[in-house]
């Protein structure tokens, strides 16, 4: 992970955490805030916090186990209207100073198996960013596509300016471009 490309950092050192796990709760400032709002094309973002719990994973690396919760509020996609979201997730992660090797191949191939565990990420420098991490589970917990209740795309905008038909199926593309066809002889 890296500074630049996070809203908000906060490096938290690793050569401390020994048998015991170490807590850490971190809250994003004002500024920061402001920052993760217009990264996240937010409306507003309040309440954001973070609990991470730290060990000491395969001797040299540190799993990383948290909690974030925030209320964000985005636009609808349909009407602009302002969407609630309560986030409340848990999350883990591991570091390891050695995570490019255990991760991949020599020759720069990378093998993805959907239901083997996350290989760790690269710790560097003995230092963790956990502002980095919340921002990124914080990324991942917002609803891509945040819809006001009730939102209907306007009819202009549907498909022949007609609603779906009553079984629910879409019309073939031949069936329209036949259609088209007709109309224009």
Known sequence: MSIDTFPFSYMQGILHVGERPVVVEVTPGPDDIQRMI?????????DVSARFELRRWRKVGVAVEGWLVAHAVQACVVTLAPVDQQIDESFS???????AELSGSDDGEIEV?????DPPDQLEGGRVD?????????????DPFPRAPGAELPED????????PED?????????????????E
């Open 38 to 46: 217009e990264t996240y094309s937010l409306v507003d973002l309040r």
């Open 113 to 117: 198996d959907a239901f083997a565990e």
């Open 93 to 99: 992660m591991r570091f390891d100073p050695d995570a």
């Open 168 to 184: 629910g199926k879409k019309p073939s593309p031949f069936a329209i471009l036949d259609k088209l066809r007709k109309r224009d």
């Open 130 to 142: 956990l502002g980095a991490i919340l921002c990124e589970q914080f990324a991942l917990a917002l």
């Open 157 to 164: 905008y549907r498909e022949d300016g007609q609603d779906a």
